[in-house]
Structure formats: structure tokens, C-alpha cells
């Protein structure tokens, strides 16, 4: 389902083909004015598929490549033309650092800057070419965090941010008008 919230509609759009138990949904978009878009899902694990988003009879879901990195739980965002695919879990439950970014145009995934510390079940958001993660739990004790950590897409660097006042996990993050929402 797609949701236009300046015309108040939603869109029922084909239906994932995988239809895992977890999952976690980006929206690519170069015009912010535009609601449609590409909608790229990275279904449990590291399977990959591409819907076109545009509602009616003409969405279709198609595979794409799949991640080097098998994980679930974990965040991504968008920036650019690229989606970044964050952190998460592998199957012991043991948090990643792991962090890959996906050309949209090329269909490939590619190895970046780690994070500073392995996260799982946390929040993303990009904005003005940074990707921002958001709380989650901890890679090592399993225990909540308050972290922020700020990844500069020109750079290819990690920095620590201001962490969020209360510890969180399975928490959700946008970025709007400047700000980023978690």
C-alpha cells in the first residue's frame, strides 16, 4: 500500500512476491515533490526486489541482485540515487557494522564505511547527503541504545551525533524539513 498524504489517497500496489515476516522499506525519489516513487524492499535476510510504485495495473515486482550480507533487523535509508542498507542481525543475533549501498541504475550493491559499533532493530533517515542511525540495540549486550551515529555519503566516514534522550529500539525515523524524526 502507498499512501499520497497531499491528495489523501492510498494506493494498493502489487503485492511482494516474498512476503517475508520482516522487512524493511525505503522510498527512493529524486523530485520531493512527487510521492511516487521507486519503492525498493530488502525482505528477511538478503533477498532484493524493486516495485515501480505507480499504482493501478502497472506495478510489478522484479528480483534484483541481492546483498553480500545476509541480515534481518536492519535499518535503511535513502540518498541520492543510492539506498544504504545498515547494520541489522545475522541469525546468533550478534549486531553488524556491516553497511552496503545499492545503485539503483547498476543494480549492484557495494561495501562502505562500517558503523562505529554493530546495531540491530534500529531506525535510518538521510538527509542532505547524511545517513542518520538512530538508537537500536547494541551489537555486543543486546541492550538498548541512545547512540546516533552520522554517515557522511561524500566522505565515506562515520561521526558520533548528540544520542537521543531515551534508549530505543524498534523505532521508526524520517527526515522532514530540515529535521530528522525518531
Do not use: C, H
Not at 512476491?17 to 522487512?23: A, I, K, L, T, V
Not at 521507486?38 to 510504485?53: K, Q
Not at 534484483?64 to 543510492?82: K, Q
Not at 530505543?168 to 529535521?179: E, M, P
Amino acid at each position: 500500500i502507498t499512501t499520497d498524504f497531499l491528495q489523501n489517497e492510498l494506493t494498493i500496489m502489487a503485492q511482494d512476491p516474498f512476503s517475508p515476516g520482516e522487512m524493511v522499506t525505503v522510498t527512493l525519489d529524486g523530485d520531493y515533490t512527487d510521492i511516487d516513487g521507486a519503492v525498493l524492499t530488502v525482505p528477511y535476510m538478503f533477498s532484493f526486489t524493486i516495485g515501480d510504485g505507480g499504482g493501478g495495473g502497472d506495478d510489478a515486482w522484479t528480483d534484483g541482485t541481492s546483498m553480500a550480507t545476509s541480515r534481518y533487523l536492519l535499518a535503511t535509508a535513502a540518498s541520492g540515487d543510492s539506498v544504504y542498507a545498515i547494520g541489522g542481525w545475522q541469525q546468533n543475533y550478534f549486531g553488524l557494522t556491516a553497511v552496503e549501498k545499492y545503485d539503483v541504475s547498476a543494480d549492484s550493491w557495494t561495501t562502505v564505511a562500517p558503523l562505529p559499533s554493530g546495531r540491530g532493530d534500529f531506525a535510518a533517515a538521510a538527509w542532505n547527503g547524511k545517513v542518520y542511525a538512530i538508537g537500536g540495540y547494541d551489537g555486543s549486550s543486546s541492550a538498548r541504545s541512545a547512540s546516533l551515529f552520522i554517515y557522511d555519503v561524500a566522505t565515506n566516514q562515520w561521526t558520533s551525533g548528540a544520542s537521543i534522550s531515551t534508549p530505543r529500539s524498534a523505532l521508526g525515523a524520517v527526515a522532514l524539513n530540515g529535521s530528522i524524526y525518531a
